[in-house]
């Protein structure tokens, strides 16, 4: 019969267990990724005959996927274990959200993007330009001297040493020409 | 010897070469200062500069900052107890302190002096040991160099922090995984390419070192601008002053003896790198000082400061005996030059010391051009370096983004590689969240196509069977370290479990 103290001491340790932590989140994606990467090492086209190899183009990936899933097993046990043994503390301060900062930096990431896109569409000039502006904008930067400041002329040094001193062609963009 | 050493010092001693290592010195300074940005950001920023250049230069540039980003990181350290680099950590016990107390000034003339003299005994046992090991290491087989990659391998897992081990290993395999995108060099099969086109070549090393370092360390500031160290000026307008006495240097000259010692030899094994060597020869000198001079450690005292920057820098030097004489990095940064070094057609390893000795011996050379640049150049100059930290961060961000995109994109000229890094990016900033380090995953990446093309050697050469991995006794001697040295970080937390449970039965008694 299981009384009422081991009860709540089973649900406390089943809580724990539950418990999400950094170390258990990281194994788990690890372990899906794990699983992912050797389900396609398995989809690897071999030539006619290299399956009789003994060593094919899958064998390496396979032999990967295979660590990867024991050690992320592992990593996923050992931190329900540490959980078991010392709990974590959910009392503790934790950092306080920064919205503003992952704001500019999901901003600076489609930036990025942004960047990628525009390069060889508007050319080098421009689509820096333009990176290097909102980026200073995203990141606080609302003086029009200093946004111009620093992205017109570095942007112009940099295309005058790549292009007349070191003879690398920067596109001059598909839309101009 | 004597030939090869004419030779690197004709190369690293030609103009164009001594500027490099001034310029390399001095970039790396500046970017070893800037709090989140490390050795591995500065030489991954360098390497489109040195695609332009002849490999000899490209390494001497890339030596220059690499021993730059670690002066640079000791200033920090010093001024605004903001190490840039794991390595300094130890350095800002003592440093920080001295500068508190105004002498900010000799604090950062002392680990000057401190680094040169680690450097420069430590480039003095490169240049026996590198050619001797180099000899030696003529002799290994496709065995013993796949045994000698997963001693590397592990080995960069063991000595992470603290209850790491397996994440350390998740991140070696995560990087050994990516390796494997692209076409197969052996069979000419496409693995993990999706259809895509800009996959076929695989992912470009600089591209991960890119985006995993460089861009995730500058997005990853702006999360943390809120931390205690903004709004910490450098106190440049209050150096003191940078003179030593006699007394002083007397004090250390012990101190930096060993810790030379002790760090380059730190440094030469592999996975073990600038950070153990400087807490080992801080947790060294402390325990054989005095019990008075013991109470100065942690609040300003010359030997703390002197033991970590003298192994760090000794710990750089050691760094490069298993990347020039096996071609086996031993650390992240020296994974990152292993893979600039590939891309010039270049094979690190027992064959460079003959194959291209001005590579070999000029890189040695200009080590010791690095440390004398160091002192007589960089330290006098630092009170204005240490002005730039005062730029706005919002510019120098973008800066950041913007050298790491377009260094990639000038290599490949395909938009998509931006696209990538900023994929890359993502995920390097989520792993860097979840604690995951970086440097692991590099050193999988770049080890990754060796790993199999020696494995796949051996197999073919032993028809199949497993015999190589005890047929030849260095294979079987090195596959037994690798087991040890996977297995330490398991007895520790046995033991330390085992302690746990005494002093809780203590306690409970």
Known sequence: ?177 | MGEGLLIGLETALSTQNIMFVIFGCFVGTFIGMLPGLGPITAIALMIPITYGIDPSSGMILMAGVYYGAIFGGSTSSILINAPGVAGTVATSFDGYPMACKGQAGKALALAAYASFSGGTIAAVFLLVAAPALSKISLSFQSPDYFALLLLGLTAVAAFSSKGNFLKSIMMTLFGLMLSTVGTDQASGVERFTFGQIDLLDGISFLLIAMSMFALSEALMSILSKDDKNEGQKPTSSNMGSLKLTKAEIKDVAPTVARSSVLGFFVGVLPGAGATIASFLAYGLERNLASAKEKLKFGKGSLRGLAAPETANNAACSGSFVPLLTLGIPGSGTTAVMLGALMAYGIQPGPRLFIDNPEVFWSVIVSMYIGNIVLLFINLPLIPYIAKALDLPKQLLTVLILFFSLIGVYLVSFNAFDIFMMAGFAIIAIGLRLLNFSMSPLILGFILGGMLEQNLRRSVTLYDGSISFLWDRPITLTILVITGLVLLMPLVSSLRKDKNTDDSVKVAEI
């Open chain 1, 1 to 177: 019969m299981i009384t009422g103290h081991t009860k709540k001491q089973t649900v406390h340790k089943v809580k724990q267990i539950m418990n999400i932590t950094k170390d258990k989140v990281g194994a788990l994606i690890f372990f899906i990724f794990s699983v992912s990467y050797g389900y396609y090492a398995y989809q690897i086209p071999l030539y006619p005959g290299e399956e009789y190899d003994v060593f094919s183009s899958q064998s390496m990936p396979k032999l990967y996927a295979l660590a990867s899933i024991i050690i992320s097993t592992l990593a996923i046990i050992m931190s329900i274990i540490n959980d078991i043994k010392s709990p974590p503390c959910n009392n503790v301060n934790k950092k306080e959200f920064n919205r503003k900062g992952w704001t500019q930096l999901a901003s600076l990431i489609a930036l990025m993007v942004f960047y990628g896109s525009t390069l060889e569409l508007l050319g080098f000039i421009i689509s820096t330009i333009l990176f290097l502006i909102f980026g200073y904008f995203i990141l606080g930067e609302r003086r029009p001297k200093i946004l111009l400041v620093a992205s017109v002329p570095v942007v112009l040094v940099f295309w005058a040493i790549m292009t007349k001193l070191l003879g690398i062609y920067l596109t001059t963009g598909d839309i101009w020409s």
